[in-house]
């Protein structure tokens, strides 16, 4: 079975400042995807960004990027500048390609941004 | 607004009691999705659509639980006889034609169950 591992249950980063959380997951399959989606207090979740395990490249998206370790079965989101809006649940999700719908989440890393 | 809204946000219900949570998708999204979070969780998967037809049900989903989109717009979550390990934050979401493989839902507030 699939599972997704977040190690960090909180982190806090400084305005301004650069933040990574990290994303371990098992799987036996070749072909899936992986994701980091944000849930704010009492807002709905959001899709921050997602990386095909195809593709050697690292996804960006404007001030957020991953590192994927494809063989390390890592995918750990960088959240450069970090800003008040960016505290939230973070959670880190996995879905295989071609096969289940089913998306596979961690435990969630709580962000805080101080001031 | 044309996001993903679920209503009741919350329901406080007594063991034993029934309770129904409906979800309106975004109107062209064609899959549902149902997931259930509880307290310093991720959300889990319970079960999904394509239109009107239930595609996928996770083990999760047990007998007391039936989900339904009877016109492939809008769904309903039912629990039956209530227990309080059912309190938790039910969550639905959907995707666009073509995307849904890719896992990029949009999802909505959420409805929170409190079981006493």
């Known amino acids: 079975a699939q599972t997704v591992t977040q190690s960090q249950p909180e982190m806090s980063v400084q305005e301004a400042e650069t933040v990574t959380l990290s994303c371990t997951y098992d799987?036996?399959?070749?072909?899936?995807?992986l994701f980091w989606y944000k849930q704010p207090p009492s807002r709905q979740m959001i899709l921050v960004i997602r990386?095909?395990?195809?593709?050697?490249q690292n996804a960006t998206e404007n001030r957020f990027s991953v590192n994927f370790q494809k063989a390390a079965k890592s995918f750990s989101l960088k959240i450069s500048d970090s800003q008040l809006g960016d505290a939230a649940m973070y959670f880190c999700?996995?879905?295989?390609?071609?096969?289940?719908?089913?998306?596979?989440f961690g435990k969630g890393t709580k962000l805080t941004v101080n001031p | 607004d044309t996001g993903v809204s679920q209503d009741p946000r919350h329901k406080i219900t007594k063991r034993g009691q029934n309770v129904t949570f409906r979800c309106d998708p975004i109107?062209?999204?064609?899959?549902l999705y149902w997931y259930r979070q509880t307290l310093g969780q991720g959300p889990e998967f319970l079960t999904y659509?394509?239109?009107?037809?239930?595609?996928?049900k996770s083990r999760l989903l047990s007998d007391r639980f039936s989900a339904e989109r009877p016109k492939g717009s809008f769904s309903t979550l039912e629990i039956q006889r209530t227990e309080q390990g059912d309190s938790a934050m039910y969550l639905c979401?959907?995707?666009?034609?073509?995307?849904?493989?890719?896992?990029?839902?949009?999802f909505g507030e959420g409805s929170r169950l409190t079981v006493l």
């Open positions: 979401a959907s995707s666009l034609p073509g995307t849904g493989d890719t896992g990029e839902l949009f």
């Open positions: 799987t036996s399959e070749s072909d899936y995807y």
């Open positions: 990386q095909e395990a195809y593709k050697q």
């Open positions: 999700a996995y879905k295989v390609q071609g096969g289940s719908e089913k998306l596979v």
């Open positions: 109107s062209e999204h064609n899959r």
């Open positions: 659509f394509q239109n009107e037809a239930q595609l996928e």
